[in-house]
């Protein structure tokens, strides 16, 4: 009997053995086969479309706050703007879009932006409201009659500002894809939706997390929501309303929906840290596909650093609102209890302070939005008062998320805000408030 149980855990340990054997081996050809190696002090190119000869000593600097966030931070390819009363003057890139390929990365590539796609919306919405489309405080059910009325009322005003009880992602089940990772999560959405309003259906039968204005949750899906009512408020699918609001008025050419790498043009190729210890640490994992359409509003855009600062300097000089919806949508919100949401956040930016140019004591406002997909990260800061825009995006995620590009974005508009100042005058900037809130 002994005998017995000893060939049976023997046979047993040959079994785990050789399973191991597999798994080592699956993944050392998953490192091959799903990774791209990535050697971070190779920058390929710089690629400077833009640099205002007053601020050339401003950008050097700049430059050496990049350069030791690159070494922090393992990314291909990495793109800045900068814009400073009113005008461009600052656009550089450097680094690769795509590994395989050794595409340099240009002020021209575009990124996955992330949830800076909600900033967009929200003027979008906005321009809406100020044309007597749209009425942040109707009921969702008024534009999107499919929403089922058994919910506690929800407003587009609660929806832009998290709010509403909206829940964010949450986990599903898919099968191993050899061609991608697989990932046990929405944030991977693969099925695509013709409308907002049909990709309500991945949320619309889940419970609200809270009465609304009771509490806040940031949510991707709050904004699917809040563009689905865009779209029955104005007659016309989101893209359309976007295009029309936000892509026409500005000139840009190099935003809007991401359709993924083999439909956009000129997008970078994204990439992301090992998540196990089985990928070697100068490998980057290729991101999974994906298609937006069940995010757009919230977090399917793609853009570029130039067009972004472009529509920082729109909304500072008043070219896209007025000044009433303008600063309807930059009030941080309260709860019902009278204290502000926990980000600070308005409708679509988070609001924080500057200490700016020579006091500690003397702080102005600061909005900003951070991006932080699977597979790159993005971050638009603008300063009004000191009219100052800085906007980033580089295809590769930071360990620090929005924390870690808010940061220096914010250095960088000190750097600039402050090129006239006398050095020893100079004081700290402060981040603006943020959370690493992800996609």
């Given at each position: ?13 040959v079994l785990v053995g ?191 997390l809270f009465e609304p ?42 935003t809007g929906a991401d ?181």
């Open positions: 009997m002994k005998k017995t149980f000893k060939r049976i855990g023997l046979g047993v340990a050789l399973f191991l054997i597999l798994v080592a081996g699956l993944s050392i050809d998953h490192a091959r086969f799903l990774t791209e190696p990535h050697d971070n002090s190779d920058r390929g190119r710089t690629d400077t479309a833009v640099l205002s000869p007053t601020y050339e000593t401003a950008a050097e600097e700049a430059r050496v706050l990049i350069a030791s966030f690159l070494e922090e931070n393992r990314t291909p390819g990495f793109s800045i703007a900068v814009g400073y009363k009113g005008k461009l003057v600052w656009a550089e890139a450097e680094g690769y879009a795509d590994l395989a390929t050794r595409k340099p990365t240009t002020t021209e590539t575009k990124f996955d932006i992330g949830s800076v796609a909600k900033p967009l919306t929200a003027i979008a919405a906005m321009r809406l409201v100020e044309n007597g489309t749209l009425s942040l405080d109707q009921q969702i059910t008024a534009y999107v009659p499919t929403w089922p009325k058994d919910y506690a009322p929800i407003t587009v005003r609660q929806l832009l500002s998290h709010q509403a009880g909206i829940r964010h992602y949450g986990f599903s089940y898919k099968p191993i894809n050899w061609s991608y990772p697989s990932f046990p999560t929405e944030g991977f959405w693969d099925d695509h939706f013709e409308t907002s309003e049909d990709a309500l259906v991945i949320f619309n039968t889940d419970p609200l204005d009771s509490g806040f949750r940031y949510s991707t899906y709050g904004y699917t929501l809040a563009s689905a009512a865009m779209a029955g408020a104005a007659g016309k699918p989101f893209l359309q309303i976007l295009e029309d609001e936000l892509i026409k008025p500005l000139g840009l050419k190099n359709y993924g790498l083999a439909k956009v043009e000129g997008r970078a190729t994204g990439y992301s840290r090992p998540l196990i210890p089985v990928f070697p640490e100068n490998r980057l994992i290729k991101p999974p596909h994906t298609d937006h359409s069940y995010k757009w509003a919230g977090g399917g855009m793609v853009s570029t650093p130039t067009d972004l600062v472009t529509i920082g300097m729109a909304l500072i000089k008043g070219d896209l609102l007025g000044d009433a919806a303008r600063t309807e949508m930059l009030t941080r919100r309260k709860l019902k209890n009278g204290d502000f949401n926990t980000q600070h956040y308005a409708l679509g930016w988070r609001i924080g302070d500057f200490a700016f140019p020579t006091s500690e004591d003397e702080k102005i406002g600061v909005i900003s939005h951070g991006g932080t997909p699977f597979a790159g990260q993005a971050m638009i800061l603008i300063i009004p008062e000191a009219d100052i825009v800085v906007a980033l995006a580089l295809n590769a995620r930071t360990k620090a998320g929005s924390r870690a590009t808010g940061s220096l974005a914010a250095g960088i508009a000190r750097i600039f805000a402050t090129s006239q100042v006398p050095a020893n005058d100079l004081e700290r900037v402060s981040a603006p408030q943020s959370a690493n809130v992800g996609r």
